[in-house]
T-cell receptor, first 113, second 111 residues
Framework: EAEVAQSPRYKITEKSQAVAFWCDPI?????LYWYRQILGQGPELLVQ????????DSQLPKDRFSAERLKGVDSTLKIQPAELGDSAMYLC???????????FGSGTRLTVV | QKEVEQNSGPLSVPEGAIASLNCTYS??????FFWYRQYSGKSPELIMF????GDKEDGRFTAQLNKASQYVSLLIRDSQPSDSATYLC???????????FGTGTSLTVIP
C-alpha cells in the first residue's frame, strides 16, 4: 500500500536552533498538507499545497516557519528559530484532490528543549 | 465556537458492545465528513467518509450523517480491544479546501 514518507521520525532540538522536516507524498497526489498536532488536540493545518503552489498558509507562523514544494512532489517544512511551544507532532498528508480524505505520514515528533 | 466539536471522553465500552462517537460542526454548508482513528503516538488513519445524509456501513463501522442537525456519528459494532484509540472527526469546509479536525474522542474497549 502506498505511503506518505516523512523524516525524521523524532527530533530533539534546543530552542533558537533551526529544524527541518521532509515529506514525500503518495505518487500522483497533487495536494499536500502540513499539520501540527499538540498532544491531546486535533491536527491544525499549517500549510496546504496544490502541486508547487501554496493554497493556504494563513495559519503558518511566517516569522519562523517556512514551507516549500519546489517541484510539486516532496516538501520541506522549516522552523527557525525553534521555540519551546513548537514541541508537537508534525504531520504531512496528501490526497488526490481537495475532496478526498487525506493519507497521513507517520509524523515527526519534535521536542524543543 | 469551534468548527468541529467532539466529546473528548474517555469513552469506555465492554468488548462486544456498540461504541457510539459523536461530532457536531458549525459550517452548515459542509459537504464532506471523515472519521480518522489515531493510536497513541501514531498518525491518524482514515477509516470512514460520508457525503450524503443517512447511514454508510463498512464492516463493523457505520457512519451516520444528519446535515439538518449538523451532526455526524460513528458506530463501532462488536467493539474489540484493538479499537481502543482516539477517533477524530474531520469536516471539509464549504468555502475553502481546508479540513477542520475535532479534538478527538478517546475510546477504551475493556476485555
Amino acid at each position: 500500500e502506498a505511503e506518505v514518507a516523512q523524516s525524521p521520525r523524532y527530533k530533539i532540538t534546543e530552542k533558537s536552533q533551526a529544524v527541518a522536516f521532509w515529506c514525500d507524498p503518495i505518487s500522483g497526489h497533487a495536494t499536500l498538507y502540513w499539520y501540527r498536532q499538540i498532544l491531546g488536540q486535533g491536527p491544525e493545518l499549517l500549510v496546504q499545497f496544490q502541486d508547487e503552489s501554496v493554497v493556504d498558509d494563513s495559519q503558518l507562523p511566517k516569522d519562523r516557519f517556512s514551507a516549500e514544494r519546489l517541484k510539486g512532489v516532496d516538501s520541506t517544512l522549516k522552523i527557525q528559530p525553534a521555540e519551546l511551544g513548537d514541541s508537537a507532532m508534525y504531520l504531512c498528508a496528501s490526497s488526490l484532490s481537495f475532496n478526498y480524505g487525506y493519507t497521513f505520514g507517520s509524523g515527526t515528533r519534535l521536542t524543543v528543549v | 465556537q469551534k468548527e468541529v466539536e467532539q466529546n473528548s471522553g474517555p469513552l469506555s465500552v465492554p468488548e462486544g458492545a456498540i461504541a457510539s462517537l459523536n461530532c457536531t460542526y458549525s459550517d452548515r454548508g459542509s459537504q464532506s465528513f471523515f472519521w480518522y482513528r489515531q493510536y497513541s503516538g501514531k498518525s491518524p488513519e482514515l477509516i470512514m467518509f460520508i457525503y450524503s445524509n443517512g447511514d454508510k456501513e463498512d464492516g463493523r463501522f457505520t457512519a451516520q450523517l444528519n446535515k439538518a442537525s449538523q451532526y455526524v456519528s460513528l458506530l463501532i459494532r462488536d467493539s474489540q480491544p484493538s479499537d481502543s484509540a482516539t477517533y477524530l472527526c474531520a469536516v471539509k469546509s464549504a468555502t475553502g479546501n481546508q479540513f477542520y479536525f475535532g479534538t478527538g474522542t478517546s475510546l477504551t474497549v475493556i476485555p
